[in-house]
């Protein structure tokens, strides 16, 4: 597995962006396909965005498409969440989760990442 550490939430107001960061530990950072996730208080945690090994596969929930935008930097074991336009349904905890080797994809379902990190809050105010 993978040691994940999420960086970089914040509380910010309705319209603003920020950028989350997720380093990984260990030199098979890139044979990793990754995700986004979040969690709101009393709901289930749910896809916000998927990547694959080389980013040549991306995935976005329908609630996020168009405004957030997933990435990753193998050089630096690192992966990013650019979150724009952001609003009140927004605020979370976001999570960063690697897909064992050897699925190249993500997918959109939290049984199949085993590597979590401990979670970033995100917060939006109106």
């Known amino acids: 597995q993978v040691q994940l550490v999420e960086s970089g939430g914040g509380l910010v107001q309705a319209g603003d962006s920020l950028r989350l960061s997720c380093a990984g530990t260990g030199r098979t950072f890139n044979t990793y396909s990754m995700g986004w996730f979040r969690q709101a208080p009393g709901k289930e945690r749910e896809f916000v965005a998927g990547i694959s090994w080389e980013s040549s596969h991306l995935l976005y929930s329908d609630s996020t498409k168009g405004r957030f935008t997933i990435s990753r930097d193998n050089a630096k074991n690192t992966m990013y969440l650019q979150m724009s336009n952001l609003n009140v349904e927004d605020t979370a905890v976001y999570f960063c989760?690697?897909?064992?080797?050897?699925?190249?994809?993500?997918?959109?379902?939290?049984?199949?990442?085993?590597?979590w990190g401990q979670g970033t809050q995100v917060t939006v105010s109106s």
């Open positions: 989760a690697a897909r064992p080797f050897p699925f190249q994809f993500p997918t959109t379902l939290v049984r199949d990442f085993d590597s």
